[in-house]
Each structure stands twice: as C-alpha cells, then as structure tokens.
C-alpha cells in the first residue's frame, strides 16, 4: 500500500485535482497478504510460529471480510527469515506456514488463500504438512526431522491423525510457477541457489524431493509430483494435494478478480503498476505483466510500470501491453539506501512519469512537434 499511496502522491503534486485509486496487487507471492487485506479491508491476526530454522517468531496473516484466511508463505518460512548458517537450506522447514494454516482452520476459517513466493524452504512442504497432522516416519517408525534432506529418510506417510477441520477446509494456491518438482527446471535446481543451497545441496534435495514424490505416488496414490508447478516455493504442494482440498489458479488473475480490478480499469485513464525489478522475467506470472495484459483486453489506456530496476529483456513486457517503464532510480545510490528511500523516489518517479506523458498528450500527429 505504501507504494501506491507513493504513486498517488505523485500523480497529484502534477494534477492535484487528478482521482487517484490506490488498489495494491500482488501475484501471489510476498505481499499477496497485505493487498487483499488493504483493499478489501480485512483484519490481519499476529501468531507464534516457527520461522524456517525452527526458531520461535510473530508471524502475521489476514483475514478477509468473508471469513477468508490469506496466508503468505513467506510470512514464517520466507526467505528474510533465513540466516546463513551452514547447511541452513538442507533444514530449512515449511513448518510455521501449516502453523499459521491450523491456526486459521482451529479459528473457523472455511477457506484459506495461500500465496507460494519467497519461501526459504526446500521441504517439499513436509514440515507444513506435518503442523497438519501428517507423519512422515523413517524405517524406525519415527517422525524424520525438519528440512528436505531429511525427506531421504520417509518411509512411510500417514495422515490418519490430521486435523480434521482441515480436511474440510478450501485451500486456494496462488501459484504462477511452472517448474516441475525436480530435475533441471525443478524446485532445488532452480531456486535452491537462491536460499543458499550449494552444488551438492542442490543435488541431496533434489534427490530427496524424487524420493517424496515417488514415496506419494506409491502409498497415497498421488501423482502431484507429476503437476505443472509442483516446484512452487520448494515443492509445497506435494504436502497439500495429496491430503487436503486445494485449488489451484493463477495468482495475479485470481487476486485481481476478488479485487473486482476490471471495474477499476474501465473508470480509469491511466494505470501506474510496479515492481521491485523488470526483466525477461517480469513477463511470467508477475503483477506488471498480469496488469497489462488484463487492461488490454479491457481497454487501450497506458500502462506504465515504476521500476527499482530495470534488468536485461525488460522490453518484452512491451509486447504484452506495458506502454513505458520509469525508473524509480534516479541517481547511483547503494542498496540499503534505495531500500530507505523508496516511497521518496517512487513518488519522485510517478511525478516524472506524469509531467512526460502530459507533453507526450501535446504532441501533434507523429513527431512534427508541438503546440
């Protein structure tokens, strides 16, 4: 909310008499949480959870008007949580999300949002499956540790003693992933560097997360290790569609529906998005791309995304209905800085955005010049 309060600040110190709508929308992934909640108008709920080291924090979800729980997995498995210690992405566990999970189901939530983005936890999402109930036991009969090396060492799955609100529960994933669970587009190859998995990290998890899904396949006859997207924030949903009611839907289309955006677009002249950083990347699942590509269709209005940076390929998001991207950067600052100032130089940002397009809308047919 604060960038877009930003945005608004922006826009109107060049048109103060300009309607400005703030609706934050998220992907997804960290801050879907927050948007729907801000928007919506919802309440947030603060719990003890374990964070991914299994170190006891405040954690935080928000509970819509309807009684929806909108749980962030980065809120306790996320990767700000994560300290570099050695070995930390071989035990890092999803345990404090099925903490928030129960926490909502045990206090009547019938339905559950549930952003995969910015996890730490390469688990396969069995330390969330366990705060649920579910046993994963190695050849002793004993429940295996935290962290997906320790899913080498599941030999047996049983979900006889879940909670059973939670079998009843509606958990929609927002998920705009594709990876599969494992191999060389897999949840440890690809996104294991980023949690501070090693070479030979990556190759233990990865071969544990085979070991899991082939364990699922067999004994709860699940092919989840099969879906599209199964290697979503560290393979969690091969802890969730084996056992419980999931659905799975794009993140931005989804929130952008219950955000009633469509009604927005069609009031609107200009659409200002953001994003911490645009690249090639930024084309895939993520908000500037979702925004575009649904104000198109609705109709042919500018949209301009506000960068922290601006990366290699960012003009592919031309070809999908972006109309310019500005920096939100305007001079060489070290990061900790940029962080510090962001609202300033965002709201900086949508200023120049603003007076450009203002000239942009003198201009004469083609470039003959102006009035």
């Given amino acids: 909310m604060e960038a877009a309060e930003a945005m608004k600040r922006g826009v109107q110190s060049v048109l103060p008499t300009a309607t400005v709508v ?9 801050g879907t949480a927050d948007a729907l909640v801000s928007a919506l108008h919802g309440t947030r709920r603060r719990v003890l959870a374990h964070d ?5 924090i405040e954690a935080e979800y928000g509970i819509l008007p309807d009684g929806t729980a909108v749980i962030d997995t980065a809120a306790a498995s996320g990767l700000a949580l994560l300290k570099k210690e050695k070995g930390a992405a071989l035990h890092a566990s999803s345990y404090g999300t099925g903490e928030l999970l129960a926490d909502a189901i045990q206090n009547g939530a019938k339905k559950v949002i549930l952003g995969l983005g910015g996890s730490a936890t390469t688990d396969g999402g069995a330390g969330l499956a366990q705060a649920l109930g579910v046993r994963l036991m190695d050849a002793d009969g004993k ?3 935290h962290g997906g090396a320790a899913l080498a060492d599941i030999r ?5 003693a879940v909670l059973k609100k939670a079998k009843k529960c509606k958990i929609i994933v927002a998920c705009d992933v594709k990876n599969p669970l494992c191999g060389a587009m897999g949840a440890a190859a690809v996104y294991g560097p ?79 998005t953001g994003e911490g950083r645009v690249d090639g990347q930024s084309a895939f699942g993520k908000v500037p791309a979702g925004v575009a590509r649904r104000v198109k269709k609705i109709k042919n209005i500018p949209v301009i995304v506000v960068a922290g940076a601006i990366g290699n390929n960012a003009d592919t998001l031309y070809d999908i209905g972006v109309d310019g991207i500005a920096s939100a ?7 900790e800085n940029a962080m510090t100032n962001a609202t300033t130089n965002i709201e900086a940002a949508a200023a120049r955005t603003l007076r ?11 470039l003959g010049g102006c009035e």
Avoid at 52 to 56: D, E, F, I, S, V
């Fill in 22 to 30: 703030c609706l934050p929308v998220a992907d997804g992934g960290e």
């Fill in 52 to 56: 991914p080291l299994g170190n006891m």
């Fill in 143 to 145: 429940d295996i540790g």
């Fill in 156 to 160: 047996t799955i049983d979900d006889s």
């Fill in 194 to 272: 980023q949690k501070g998995a090693s070479k030979q990290d990556v190759e233990v998890l990865d071969a544990a997360l085979k070991h899991y899904g082939v364990l699922l396949h067999q004994q709860k006859n699940s092919a989840v290790a099969q879906v599209e997207g199964s290697g979503s924030a560290g393979g969690m949903l091969c802890s969730l569609m084996p056992f419980f009611d999931v659905e799975i839907c794009s993140g931005i289309q989804m929130i952008m529906d219950v955000l009633h955006f469509d009604t927005y677009a069609m009031a609107a002249d200009l659409i200002l």
């Fill in 329 to 335: 950067i305007s001079s060489i600052e070290t990061l």
């Fill in 356 to 366: 450009i397009l203002l000239a942009g809308a003198r201009l004469k047919t083609g």
